[in-house]
């Protein structure tokens, strides 16, 4: 059932991945949580046991936590040489739904083509299939 | 055996039909049919009413089903989780809002849903704000080297400000976003933000005949942007943003 369809470009700034349900879960939740046509009450029988636990994970609220790990990349920021290029740090919980994709140190501008090797790599994290162009899905036909 | 009950996918003309191929929702996946009537139709498939929903695998299979679907038809997605009593509750549903959904489907045919997302580089942002801001430089040098004890007022009131800008920053990014492409898109809805450094999150419907000028003025946009933001465009999708005027909550 997966396609997924990551292609960037040789040295696009764009990343893309084609959808389809093959992209990170945190992707895929993001997509098509609480999106879609809402059925009445009265026909719908039941919304069953769905188990979302990562449905607060995509709200921001800015808070104090926030502000200090802001904080704390500031002080990050003085020891690390601007021209060196962190590895992303790739955080999943528990149920590994939620994918932060974070650069940990500088990114400076003599650092242009690492940072674009690193776009690229992140954008195969969960599939190494390299396609030219996106691809369609044809679950359907008319 | 358990009560069954008929999970709903989306809703489709009524020429649509699954391959045999179509995976569905549940472990094992369920058999994907269409139910019928006049000109529409409702992808389905069975569930076990106690079986629990929402593992990954679900949550994959929906999408997978609802974009190749989009691909070749239009297609109304809806809600993830919505789950039916059996054949006669989608007729009744089809039946009772057939104008509406018609209506909508019209609207979908030849368009698919593009999301646009960009994440701000921290140490570009947060290096750029420093860089023009005289107070945040000033907090900055305060809390350097000291601990988050000792400089913990400091270190939040640099926190909110650097906050702040993204908010701001984000704001005005969207706005960008829409006035580069939002020309070669028949609509566009901004999502909330689903990370604390997003810069970008727009969802655009196109219509097949715009797509390569839309993904062109896209990727000029990214371009202009390459060391600021990180900038990832999804699709083609169904269009699950551009449906929130269908919704039927009586």
């Known amino acids: 059932m997966t396609v997924a369809t990551t292609s960037s470009q040789p040295g696009s700034a764009l990343e893309r991945s084609g959808g389809g349900g093959g992209g990170t879960l ?21 919304v069953v046991g769905i188990q979302l636990l990562e449905i607060n994970a995509r709200i921001v609220i800015a808070s104090v936590e926030t502000y200090l790990r802001f904080a704390e990349a500031v002080d990050r920021l003085s020891i690390t040489p601007k021209d060196t290029k962190g590895l992303p740090d790739l955080v999943g919980d528990a149920a590994g739904a939620a994918t932060k994709g974070k650069a940990i140190s500088g990114l400076g501008k003599a650092a242009q083509e690492i940072s674009g090797a690193v776009a690229d790599s992140l954008g195969n994290r969960d599939d190494d299939r390299e396609r030219p162009r996106p691809r369609r899905r044809r679950d359907e036909e008319r | 055996m358990a009560e069954q009950g008929l999970f709903i996918y989306g809703i489709v003309p009524c020429d649509v039909e699954p391959t045999p191929d179509a995976e569905g929702v549940g472990d094992p996946p369920g058999e994907v049919a269409a139910i019928q009537h006049g000109e529409l139709a409702a992808l389905v498939s069975p569930i076990g009413l106690e079986e629990p929903l929402g593992r990954p695998a679900d949550l994959t299979a929906y999408e997978g089903l609802l974009d190749g679907t989009a691909a070749v038809a239009p297609v109304l ?11 006669d509750a989608v007729e009744d549903l089809l039946a009772a809002h057939h104008e509406q959904f018609a209506d909508a489907l019209a609207e979908f045919e030849d368009r698919m849903q593009y999301t646009v997302h960009g994440r701000f580089d921290e140490a570009e942002f947060i290096g750029g704000l420093l860089a023009e801001n005289g107070s945040a430089a000033a907090l900055a040098d305060q809390i350097r080297g000291r601990s988050e004890a000792e400089s913990r007022e400091q270190r939040i009131r640099l926190g909110e400000m650097i906050s702040q800008a993204v908010e701001l920053r984000r704001e005005a990014e969207n706005r960008a976003v829409i006035d580069a492409v939002g020309q070669y898109a028949v609509a566009n809805a901004p999502r909330q933000p689903s990370h604390e450094l997003d810069a970008v999150n727009v969802a655009f419907l196109v219509g097949a005949d715009d797509e390569q000028e839309f993904v062109r003025a896209l990727e000029e946009f990214a371009e202009q942007r390459r060391e600021l933001i990180r900038m990832r465009l999804t699709g083609p999708l169904a269009p699950y943003d ?9």
Not at chain 1, 28 to 41: F, R
Not at chain 2, 77 to 87: A, S
Request: proline letters at 2%; hydrophobic letters at 50%; glycine letters at 8%.
């Open chain 1, 26 to 46: 945190a992707d895929v939740v993001e997509t098509v949580l609480d999106k879609g046509v809402v059925i009445d009450a009265q026909v719908s029988v039941a």
């Open chain 2, 77 to 87: 997605p809806v809600r993830f989780g919505t789950v039916v009593t059996g054949e």
């Open chain 2, 242 to 250: 551009f449906v929130s005027a269908h919704q039927l909550v009586e």
